[in-house]
């Protein structure tokens, strides 16, 4: 299948320059192909990672990514996607920003058949004059208007320097054509405007035959029509320090039937056939939740590797079983995190008195009958002794307890 006829099966085509020929190009030769994001912050989430899922496919095709970290357009403000101005940065916020997302990037493509470049290598050697007579010579106010990205922000306002950032990003796309042989550009929705910017610029200095193209990939929604990439919590970063890998498995997981099958065609490498398997076992045997598993696992494996996701499942299995005893420090942080905690001391303490005065339990008499009828498990051992005494330092390096009161509350306590 050709990698065009692959995306339009996947779902993942908005709008194409040209498709057919691109289609033809793509399956007659080995392209170089970009895609940018800007250091506004030093992690990436999953709503970013979703054309960088399409640069994959390409390079899996045997086609050449370059990936376009922006340290110099990241220090203007893309206006896209936006209805105010963002906050200028520092320049050494900006450069946090860049290693971070370098880093990541790294992870993500690996070494081989994988350019990184970064624009304000170029970019910051362009005088104001050139710039004013090599590239803003040839960019036509009015059709700059036009585009969505300025002509959304007429009505509020939009700064001098948020509305050249379109040609900023047209010189991105014409840079890594003359060094890097680059002939396409990859964007969401919202970068229609730069990525047809920047082939008319091409276009006007290099020729009106000249093979460069543009393709972005549709807005995410899932099937309630809200934003995906949101949860209570805020974004799902690919960053293990912001968004553990088992909160990030735990949200692959828990994804609407209705949505599970779109996310298996974007955010996973998995075969036609493969997918369209998971999609009867969706519509037969929704219960048994096979498809969101492969999602987790898939997805996480590829953004933290094969242990992250030995590491979720194991913690999934330790809190729905109750059998957490062996479970890790680091696995308790993860799976815990956004359970209820309390801060207890380092003492040895009847069972009672101390779910009691640690506010696990509303009264002593409830906490005398929790445990007299089993209701009570501590750090995984059911503890049916009202006599019986709690010792923080026992398990956990002495860190912490591990409270279970009937089958699906947990109680962290984390002592001091």
Request: hydrophobic share 35%; proline share 3%; net charge negative.
């Amino acid at each position: 299948m050709n990698i065009i006829d692959e995306l339009e099966w996947r779902g993942a085509l908005n709008q194409v320059t040209d498709e057919e020929a691109l289609r033809k190009l793509t399956a007659e030769d080995k392209i170089a192909l970009y895609c940018g994001t800007d250091p506004t912050g030093d992690s990436l989430h999953i709503g970013h990672l979703i054309p960088f899922m399409i640069l994959k496919r390409f390079q899996l095709a045997g086609h050449h990514p370059v990936i376009l970290i922006g340290g110099g357009t990241g220090a203007i403000g893309d206006p896209s996607g936006r209805k105010t101005e963002r906050t200028l940065q520092t320049m050494d916020q900006v450069h946090h920003n860049e290693e971070a997302l370098t880093a990541q990037m790294k992870k993500l493509f690996g070494t081989e058949n994988f350019t990184i470049v970064n624009n304000y290598d170029w970019l910051s050697k362009i005088s104001l004059l050139d710039f004013l007579r090599d590239y803003g010579k040839v960019f036509n106010i009015n059709t700059m208007l036009n585009k969505e990205v300025v002509a959304s922000r007429l009505e509020a306002g939009i700064s001098f320097t948020e509305f050249t950032y379109q040609i900023l990003q047209s010189v991105d796309f014409l840079h890594l054509y003359h060094h890097n042989n680059v002939q396409l550009e990859i964007g969401g929705s919202d970068q229609w405007g730069n990525i047809t910017a920047g082939i008319d610029l091409i276009h006007k200095i290099e020729g009106p035959e000249t093979k460069v193209y543009g393709l972005t990939i549709p807005l995410m929604l899932k099937a309630d029509g809200t934003k995906f990439g949101k949860t209570a919590g805020g974004a799902v970063w690919l960053d293990p320090k912001k968004t553990s890998p088992y909160e990030f498995y735990q949200f692959w997981i828990n994804q609407d039937d209705r949505d599970v099958v779109k996310y298996l065609k974007y955010f996973t490498f998995l075969s036609k056939e493969e997918i369209e398997d998971l999609a009867e076992k969706v519509k037969n045997e929704p219960w048994k939740r096979e498809a969101q598993r492969r999602l987790a696992q898939e997805v996480t494996k590829f953004v933290h590797g094969k242990a992250a996701v030995e590491e979720a499942e194991r913690i999934s299995k330790a809190l729905f079983s109750g059998d957490v005893a062996d479970l890790s420090v680091d696995e308790i942080e993860q799976g815990f995190k956004n359970m209820p905690s309390v801060e207890v001391e380092n003492k040895k303490e009847n069972i009672v008195i101390w779910l009691t005065d640690n506010g696990i339990e509303p009264s002593r008499r409830q906490a005398r009958q929790d445990v007299s009828s089993g209701a009570i498990r501590i750090n995984g051992e059911k503890v049916d002794d009202v006599d019986a005494e709690v010792d923080p330092s026992s398990h956990f390096d002495g860190k912490f307890v591990i409270v279970r009161k009937g089958k699906k509350h947990y109680y962290l306590a984390r002592v001091k």
